[in-house]
Nanobody, 117 residues
Framework: QVQLVESGGGLVQPGGSLNLSCAAS????????MGWYRQAPGKQRELVAT???????HYADSVKGRFTISADNAKNTMYLQMNRLDPEDTGVYYC???????????WGQGTQVTVSA
């Protein structure tokens, strides 16, 4: 059974940084597209970034140059380094694992990120 557990969220001032982690169990990272999504209050969940095979990355335009996604296949852990945070980055951040070929999609429980002075 796939289990994804996020950590690292919190309250940070504008311009600050946070590093989110997603520890995965029950999957082999190399078979999945791993991603971070976020959902702000009253808004739909949106893609933040994805990583495939540990080094193929994709970012939403709103976070390019500020966020960095990475994956440690040996530890089955994915990270999201968030720099120069803005109040618009506030929301619940979710870890996602989508199998590259099979119909299999799993979500973590989410971690709250609040950017406020």
């Amino acid at each position: 059974q796939v289990q994804l557990v996020e950590s690292g969220g919190g309250l940070v001032q504008p311009g600050g940084s946070l590093n989110l982690s997603c520890a995965a169990s029950g999957i082999m990272f190399s078979l999945y597209v791993m991603g971070w999504y976020r959902q702000a209050p009253g808004k739909q969940r949106e893609l933040v970034a994805t990583v495939t095979s540990g080094d193929i990355t994709h970012y939403a335009d709103s976070v390019k140059g500020r966020f960095t996604i990475s994956a440690d296949n040996a530890k089955n852990t994915m990270y999201l380094q968030m720099n120069r945070l803005d109040p618009e980055d506030t929301g619940v951040y979710y870890c996602n694992a989508r199998h590259r070929w099979l119909i299999s999609n799993a979500w973590g429980q989410g971690t709250q990120v609040t950017v406020s002075a």
